[in-house]
């Protein structure tokens, strides 16, 4: 579950640019408020050599002002829709609202790792985050090899303690 970049999230000082978050920085969480982040990974390659499949959220798929604008996500992204259970966004393609893309170029994807998989708002869509015990770029390097086909530059950060 990648957060691709310019993807803003609601953080304890207001929307912030997923790309500029840090390790220890605070985030607002839908289940427990404010929480630091543990970790936060970035990988900068194609979708392709990644191997993630990429589905764009288009402004009020999810709801009026949800997301506030359009929102490109992997597709093993979770979301939390009020009154439905944690699901796939992959899950909700129609074909016109929620719909798979292929972008062209290199991407910037940005994992966010919390303590529990608690629930963002990124660009005002209620979407989970990684939490210690999961992740793709946060797994060690034999790990990420066997789900990974191609080795993206990566670089990660964490808090100390």
Partial sequence: ????????????????????LRPGDKV???????????AVAHAHDTAEALGRRLILLRRNALGRGVPARDTMVTADQ?????????????????????VFVKPK?????????LDLPWTLLANGAPLSAQHQSSGTLLLPRAARARRVPHQPPLSISARGR
């Avoid at 607002?28 to 543990?38: D, K, S």
């Fill in 28 to 38: 607002a969480t839908l289940e427990a408020g404010v929480q630091r982040l543990e």
């Fill in 78 to 98: 979770m979301v939390r829709i009020p009154g439905t259970p944690l699901d796939r966004v992959a899950n909700l393609l129609d074909g016109r609202r929620v």
């Fill in 1 to 20: 579950m990648s957060f691709t970049a310019g993807t803003l999230i609601d953080t304890f000082y207001g929307p912030q640019a997923v790309e500029a």
């Fill in 105 to 113: 170029g290199l991407l910037t994807f940005v994992d966010l790792v």
